[in-house]
């Protein structure tokens, strides 16, 4: 059963840069969709990035242009760059894996954290 740790959340002001990773304890972290979602006090989890078993990648209306997704499939590793914080990016931020949807050698992935069955246990970014 693959685990998944994550780590360098932290304090920074508005507009400085953080570096999120995420360590997965099992191979082949490429063959799986791998995502970042966060989840604000009192708001449900949304959806920030995510990467695809082609390696495409995808991120949500708030972060485009600030945040970038990127796999160490060597390492099987996550990274979640992320630069220019505003303040309501505070959250606590979780890497997640699962399978691709799809058959007969056509799989996508989504964005939709049902679809994740393997969790990290999260870490706390904040900006002010």
């Known amino acids: 059963h693959v685990q998944l740790v994550e780590s360098g959340g932290g304090s920074v002001q508005a507009g400085g840069s953080l570096r999120l990773s995420c360590a997965a304890s099992?191979?082949?972290?490429?063959?799986?969709?791998t995502g970042w979602f966060r989840q604000a006090p009192g708001k449900e989890r949304e959806g920030v990035a995510r990467?695809?078993?082609?390696?495409?990648?995808r991120y949500g209306d708030s972060v485009k242009g600030r945040f970038t997704i990127s796999q160490d499939s060597a390492k099987d590793t996550l990274h979640l760059q992320m630069n220019d914080l505003k303040p309501e990016d505070t959250a606590v931020y979780y890497c997640?894996?699962?399978?691709?949807?799809?058959?007969?050698?056509?799989?996508?992935?989504?964005?939709?954290?049902?679809?994740?069955?393997?969790w990290g246990q999260g870490t706390q970014v904040t900006v002010s």
């Open positions: 997640a894996a699962g399978p691709p949807q799809g058959t007969s050698g056509l799989y996508w992935c989504t964005m939709t954290s049902a679809e994740y069955g393997v």
């Open positions: 099992a191979n082949g972290i490429d063959n799986y969709c």
């Open positions: 990467i695809d078993i082609y390696g495409a990648t």
